[in-house]
């Protein structure tokens, strides 16, 4: 998969990349050994349970969380480094704006604190929004208040977005808005988005990049189109034995038996012999499938794996 | 060339004049309401002081007063005065509960932190502009209402009910006022940060204020160092002591050697005396603190509580680069 960018070139080409990525807190681990690389103008789902990493990998790559080791870097700078602050925009998961602000106010904010604020852009999605210019942000209706939060996000003119769960708490309508007012406004620019999500549906829609996080770990990283049909759905007799061993050379994500029968996700090394039915699975049943197996060995497309000499593994 | 210029209008800043840029407008929006509200209590006070002032010298004109002795505390005890005293001596810690509490505390609470800190400022900077702007709102504040206050109290300090040396005066008057009004509000601050909530943050801060007055009231006597008139036994107290602060009294022998006040207190007249010629008593001695020690004492305080100040805002601003809001 990698005709979208030029590995190995100028680091710009890579919107994050993490090595050896770890953050813990007093409870446990949140992140760890976390390292991989999102290509940059992809549109990448940040898929997890809750509690898997999601919201500290983006509070990580937004500067609100320290790490406790490893880097993270934003087209090849380091996120502590002011010069990425300008590189990217965070929407937060309660889309925090001040209430008393008037939109137009909002927006001044962003031209006030950005350099390369573009106004006509923020006040276009605005506008086409039919959010009125000099209401009170604490005024708008959860869908407006979204649309000025992702105004306040494009006027910035970030190369890369970052999303935390963006559309959680919208009604179907505004979230369909949404939806189509990023995919336009990202596709235009080429900015690169990062959305962390549970809409399994949403993120089959719009992501062509899959970060895969469970128990602080990565499961998978890589394009969506290349992740799926990774995988082969088996079914078959299941025997006396384990499901695992009859499917030995092949790497068994999950298998589970229901009565005689046996299904599994697999990903196969070389054909998939033997007399069972085979079938490709959706996106949604890999994804399941990871989620639930945590031990399963965490997958890579070749794009997305950092080399191991570059590692710091602990 | 105009295309440009078009475009830049078009595109850019909202219209009318932009007095103020970047965080500075910033801060001074999302704290409108209040520094107009400090600034209104500045302007209200300084006026409401001057109108005391001038009733104030007005009954004491009609009175006759310096000439003539006043009937104390006909004068002093007006209900402006006691109210403006109680109004300014309050004022630090309505500043830092109101203030300084909410500054961080509240953009912690409200996620706003997080929204200006995701811009493209860093924290240190949105911080540093947060604090410069509320230090000066309340060091202007303090400072014009303490100047007025200073004003009205110098010449009438004789007819004023409290003494130089006590709250009333002392901290209200000179560096005081703005110093305690500036530690305040930076231990509110510094309280918010850590607590990360508005309600919380201001009851701790209004209890850390009431436990700073009362160690500053306990505080003031030792500002400057005290100082020590001995005068004869059957001597009148001598006239630099009546605007003095009184801090001990003994009585002493010829040779130097001191007794407690009491020591001689007999129940009987005979009793006194033979106890005082036993003893060889011959002076009163006074440890004091003079009029003139005022401003010295006012500057040492005001300086500790400026470097406490200082101690909390490096505080604060280390915590904050050290680990995100």
Same mark, same amino acid.
């Given at each position: 998969m990698a005709d979208a960018f030029t590995p190995?070139? =100028?680091?710009? =080409? *890579?919107?994050l990349e993490a090595r050896g990525l770890g953050k813990r807190y007093r409870r446990g681990w949140?992140?760890?050994d976390c390292s991989f690389r999102l290509p940059a103008g992809r549109i990448c789902g940040l898929v997890?349970?809750?509690? =898997?990493g999601k919201s500290t990998l983006l509070g990580l790559a937004t500067r609100q969380v320290q790490p406790t080791e490893g880097e993270l870097q934003i087209f090849g700078v380091? %996120?502590?480094?002011?010069?990425?602050?300008?590189?990217f925009a965070f929407l937060g998961?309660? /889309?925090?704006?001040? /209430?008393?602000? #008037?939109v137009a106010e909002t927006l001044r904010l962003g031209s006030e604190l950005n350099?390369? *604020?573009?106004m006509a852009a923020a006040e276009r999605i605005v506008r086409s929004g039919q %959010?009125?210019?000099?209401?009170? %942000?604490? #005024?708008?209706?959860g869908g407006q208040r979204t649309r000025v939060a992702f105004a306040l996000a494009f006027g910035k003119r970030p190369d890369l977005l970052l999303l935390d769960e963006?559309?959680?708490?919208?009604?179907p309508l505004a979230r369909h808005d949404m939806s189509t007012l990023l995919m336009s406004e990202a596709v235009e620019r080429g900015t690169t988005v990062v959305m962390s999500s549970h809409m399994l549906s949403e993120l089959e829609d719009m992501c062509d990049y899959l970060l895969v996080l469970a128990d602080g770990r990565i499961r998978m990283a890589g394009d969506a189109d290349a992740l799926v049909p990774a995988h082969s759905l088996v079914t078959g007799l299941a025997g006396d034995g384990d499901p695992t061993d009859l499917l030995a050379p092949h790497t068994v994500v999950e298998a589970r038996v229901q009565g005689r029968q046996f299904h599994a996700l697999v990903r196969p090394n070389g054909p998939l012999s033997g007399d069972w039915v085979v079938a490709e699975p959706s996106l949604e049943e890999v994804l399941l499938a990871h989620l639930r197996s945590s031990d399963a060995p965490p997958l890579f497309t070749p794009g997305a794996r950092i080399e191991a000499e570059g590692i710091h593994t602990s | 060339m105009s295309a440009t210029l078009t475009e830049t209008s078009r595109t850019g800043r909202a219209p009318g004049p932009r007095l103020l840029r970047g965080l500075n407008w910033l801060v001074v929006r999302q704290h409108r309401a209040a520094l107009l509200t400090v600034l209104a209590v500045t302007v209200l006070g300084s006026i409401w002081i001057a109108y005391q002032h001038g009733r104030m010298g007005q009954t004491l004109e009609a009175a006759g007063w310096p000439e003539k002795e006043l009937a104390q505390p006909a004068v002093a005890s007006t209900t402006g005065l006691s109210l403006t005293v109680t109004a300014l001596s309050a004022l630090p810690v309505i500043l830092a509960v +109101?203030?300084? @509490?909410? !500054?961080?505390a509240g953009d912690q609470e409200h996620g706003t932190a997080q929204l200006v800190t995701t811009q493209s400022v860093s924290r240190h900077r949105w911080l540093t502009t947060k604090l410069l702007w509320c230090y000066a709102a309340v060091v202007v504040s303090g400072t014009v209402l303490s100047a007025f206050f200073t004003w009205w109290w110098k010449p009438y300090r004789s007819v +004023?009910? $409290?003494?130089? $040396?006590e709250g009333p005066v002392f901290d209200n008057t000179g560096p005081v006022l703005p110093a305690l009004c500036l530690f305040l509000t930076a231990a509110g601050i510094t309280i918010g940060l850590l607590l990360r909530r508005v309600l919380a943050s201001m009851l701790v801060t209004f209890v850390f204020a009431a436990i700073v007055e009362v160690v500053w009231g306990e505080m003031r006597a030792y500002l400057a160092p005290s100082r020590m008139l001995t005068y004869p036994l059957d001597g009148d107290m001598? @006239?630099? !002591?009546?605007?003095s602060l009184e801090l001990d009294r003994w009585i002493g022998s010829a040779d130097g050697h001191l007794y407690g006040w009491? !020591?001689? @207190?007999?129940?009987t007249e005979a009793a006194s005396d033979a106890c005082i010629k036993e003893h060889g008593i011959v002076n009163n001695v006074v440890e004091y603190l003079g009029y003139d020690q005022m401003p010295a004492m006012q500057w040492t305080g005001a300086g500790i509580l400026v470097a406490a100040t200082a101690v909390l805002t490096v505080f604060t601003l280390w915590r904050v680069s050290r680990s995100p809001l």
């Open positions: 190995g070139g =100028a680091s710009g =080409a *890579w919107a949140a992140l760890r997890g349970p809750n509690g =898997a380091p %996120v502590d480094d002011p010069a990425a602050m300008p590189r998961q309660d /889309k925090p704006l001040f /209430k008393r602000f #008037t350099p390369g *604020w573009d %959010v009125p210019m000099h209401a009170r %942000v604490g #005024t708008l209706s963006p559309m959680s708490d919208l009604d | +109101f203030l300084g @509490a909410p !500054l961080i +004023f009910s $409290s003494p130089w $040396s001598p @006239a630099r !002591l009546n605007e009491g !020591l001689c @207190a007999k129940t």
